[in-house]
């Protein structure tokens, strides 16, 4: 008996997901809890173990398509996988009195398995497939054979003359383009930064930060950290710990709006932006005001290990009331973030730089950082962003403070 596949439950607020690639084909053997299929939701990448071992018999859900919970994505028979071959071998003899390669062209065209390239390509040129010699497998007309009747004159049906050197070109720089789906995550991304434009009434605030004295402190001590907790000792430890001091004096910047209330967050989870291949994601903190400098670096660690591997949950990424992102590993001078709504504040981080500044009358070359802040105008006011960014940069500019609870 069959043991189906289905999508498992996605997590709060998640229904359903693109399914993203399969990593059997129908007859491989699977084992038990091997990852079968891979699904894209609008929050995280989710690998759909095997429910059972046996022969991957079906798949019902194919790479493309969109599926809600529960669906069903394919079923598994039993056996080794190896007695599969011999049966998905056994039609081939049957197989060899197949029609000459001339008459698979037009029928493949006929039936549109060319392809979508092809497609477009009859579509803009006016040339059809079924009069174009296919040089694919079975006679399938490719890419290629279509540019090359297309440059030959070649046209079942030729289109006005005066449309010709608008048509001709399209061909050729549609060979250079390539059209790739968004993923779930992609399009959840552009919705969510374009809902928080329009929604929130955004505005960014900036100053700089001296890294003198967290660079000495950092560079005094990454050793001995690194060797007593087992993690490196970076800025984000430093940022979270001042953003937090931050918030405790300026709470509006830790609210949100629901409806026509405001709601004052006193608890601090510090979502922290990671950038994968798969686009932007913000991996929360909890609880980061109880956590130590170390504790912090773990926490972050840990999640890039997971984001890089793929494997952050969404339980990983929800709850947040505040988030910093940090533009300067890639090399970013100044931006404007984004909120990540509905929270009210952003900070972004920027790459350190030596430069020039005037320190009581002389003019030395120090490490400096540009700090940018982005706040939701209706919850917070400019005074209140200004004196939360100051007491950001006066904090990582005498670390001290931290101790001190100053």
């Known amino acids: 008996m069959a043991t189906e596949i289905r999508v498992p439950t996605l997590g709060e607020s998640v229904t359903e997901a693109t399914i993203g690639k399969w990593f059997k084909k129908p007859g491989d053997a699977v084992k038990a809890d091997e990852p079968l299929v891979e699904l894209e939701t609008d929050k995280v990448t989710v690998e759909v173990p095997a429910p ?54 037009p029928a493949a065209a006929a039936s549109g398995a060319n392809g979508p390239a092809v497609s477009r390509l009859a579509a803009e040129s006016g040339v059809s497939p079924a009069a174009v010699s296919g040089s694919g497998k079975d006679g399938r007309v490719t890419k290629g054979d279509m540019l090359a009747a297309i440059s030959a004159g070649a046209s079942a049906a030729a289109p006005a003359p005066v449309s010709v050197p608008r048509v001709a070109s399209a061909p050729v720089d549609a060979v250079r383009e390539e059209r790739v789906k968004m993923t779930k995550l992609r399009q959840t991304i552009a919705r969510r930064l374009k809902d928080a434009q329009n929604t929130a009434a955004m505005l960014t605030t900036f100053n700089d930060v001296d890294m003198t004295a967290v660079m000495s402190l950092r560079g005094q001590f990454k050793d001995a950290f690194e060797k007593k907790h087992g993690t490196k000792l970076g800025f984000m430890g430093f940022f979270t710990k001042a953003v937090i001091a931050a918030l405790k004096d300026i709470p509006a910047v830790n609210a949100e709006i629901d409806g026509a209330d405001l709601v004052y967050k006193n608890y601090y989870n510090i979502g922290i932006a990671v950038g994968t291949e798969k686009g932007l994601v913000v991996p929360v903190v909890r609880d980061a005001d109880e956590l130590s400098v170390a504790g912090i670096e773990k926490a972050i660690a840990g999640y890039g290990r997971k984001a890089r591997d793929g494997k952050l949950g969404i339980e990983d990424m929800q709850g947040g009331t505040f988030t910093i992102t940090n533009g300067g590993i890639y090399g970013s001078l100044m931006s404007t973030p984004i909120l990540n709504a509905p929270q009210s504040g952003i900070l972004g981080m920027h790459r350190i730089e030596e430069r020039p500044v005037a320190i009581k009358g002389q003019v030395v070359i120090r490490p400096m950082m540009y700090l940018a802040l982005s706040y939701d105008h209706r919850i917070v006011d400019g005074r209140e962003a200004v004196t939360f960014l100051v007491r950001v940069k006066e904090t990582l500019e005498d670390p001290a403070r931290l101790v001190l609870d100053l």
């Open 52 to 105: 059972t071992s046996g022969v991957l018999a079906e798949i019902v859900a194919k790479d493309g398509e969109t599926v809600g919970v529960g669906a069903l994505l394919g079923s598994i028979g039993a056996g080794s996988g190896a007695a599969a071959a011999p049966a998905a071998a056994a039609p081939k003899p049957a197989a060899a009195p197949a029609p000459a390669p001339a008459a698979a062209a």
